[in-house]
């Protein structure tokens, strides 16, 4: 009986060390509804994160485009962030050195608000993104 506890403690341990990020952001995406054609930009593999490029100025090719709607986005975020807030893991990587709402985008715990502003966050977006997928 205690033998059988231990292997099923070891399995779960194993099953978490190894869990792909990827495959946990997607599952997150879907589980807050995001639209199976914007769950592509679910995943840690883009450099910067698609994420941001909706802060931009939208153009016009996204009239339409429910990826670019605003509870998508944050969802996406959201996400990113495993719905936690990765603020102080941020912090040592120096996010927010130079603009300190570059931190906002790190607090998955909070939904983001479209703002251009946030555009200005690209050079620190790869390392929001390893706080997030680090979580």
């Known amino acids: 009986m205690l033998r059988s506890g231990f292997l099923l403690f070891a399995f779960a ?13 997607a599952e997150c995406c879907k589980g ?8 592509k930009y679910c995943t840690y593999d883009f450099t910067p994160p698609p994420a941001l ?18 509870d998508v986005m944050t969802s996406v975020m959201q996400c990113s962030q495993k719905d936690k807030d990765n603020t102080e893991c941020c912090k040592t990587a120096g996010v927010g050195n130079e603009h300190d ?31 997030g997928k680090n979580a």
């Open 101 to 131: 709402f570059c931190l906002e985008l790190c607090d998955g715990t909070k939904p983001i608000t479209n703002n251009e502003k946030y555009a200005e966050c690209e050079d620190v977006a790869n390392k929001v993104k390893e706080c």
């Open 13 to 25: 341990l194993i099953a978490v060390v190894f869990a792909d990020p990827n495959e946990e952001f």
């Open 32 to 39: 807050k509804s995001v639209p199976d054609s914007c769950i």
């Open 53 to 70: 490029k909706f802060f931009r100025k939208k153009p016009k090719f996204s009239d339409g485009d429910e990826c670019y709607a605003d």
